[in-house]
């Protein structure tokens, strides 16, 4: 049940983050959704494995108190999303003049902030390039996430494939209901992502 409700919170943000893009009139083609949804379950691959080998030397209950420490980070970090972008705007005018680079790290902020700065040559049309920075800045909760789970490797490849499917049908979906239904409305769907990782959290505890 928890790997089901980990696969649906972490593609809520590439859902989120792609109707963004849509509205905005951002296309995303099939080969970017497919970088978005691969990206993102290449890292969850390599935290599961980075996770597993640790668990030869490190016992379970550190990474029972450590995964509920994480899950409750990411649900409150998600369910104050609006209040922690509006304190990065803020500096924003400091990191403004940033060319394209897939390790800038203040051009991932610049994403993070505003989903359409992924499209850096403002073609309207998501190229496979832009579509790693872009999911990239999506990716901090896979990482974390993947550490976190406790899955085992057979549990953990059904994850990844879970996530890679997942990740890019939310990422093709949310940029064509993004085009078609909600244009320039704001959409905010974070609060889902936070409620879902602070369920996980209490889980740990059982």
């Not at 497919?34 to 980075?50: H, M, N, P, Q």
């Not at 640790?54 to 450590?66: A, C, G, I, K, Y």
């Not at 990191?95 to 850096?120: H, N």
């Not at 953990?156 to 085009?179: N, W």
């Amino acid at each position: 049940m928890h790997i089901g409700i980990l696969l649906v919170a972490l593609s809520i943000d590439a859902f989120a983050a792609c109707i963004a893009l849509g509205a905005d009139g951002i296309r995303v083609p099939p080969l970017s959704a497919l970088t978005v949804g691969a990206v993102g379950a290449g890292i969850l691959a390599f935290s599961i494995v980075f996770s597993s080998v640790l668990t030869l030397w490190v016992p379970s209950e550190f990474f029972r108190w450590t995964g509920f420490g994480v899950f409750l980070v990411l649900g409150l970090t998600n369910l104050f999303e609006n209040w922690i972008k509006s304190l990065l705007r803020k500096r924003e005018s400091r990191i403004r003049q940033v060319r394209f680079s897939l390790f800038d790290i203040k051009f991932l902020i610049r994403v993070y902030l505003d989903e359409t700065c992924a499209d850096a040559d403002r073609s309207k049309w998501l190229s496979v390039s832009e579509a790693v920075v872009f999911s990239l800045g999506l990716s901090a909760d896979s990482f974390l996430t993947g550490l976190s789970a406790g899955a085992t490797l057979s549990e953990g490849c059904f994850f990844v494939i879970g996530s890679l499917f997942l990740g890019t049908a939310a990422a093709g979906l949310g940029s064509f209901l993004g085009r078609k239904v909600w244009e320039k409305a704001p959409v905010n769907l974070s609060w889902i992502t936070g409620a879902l990782f602070c369920i996980l959290a209490v889980e740990k505890l059982f």
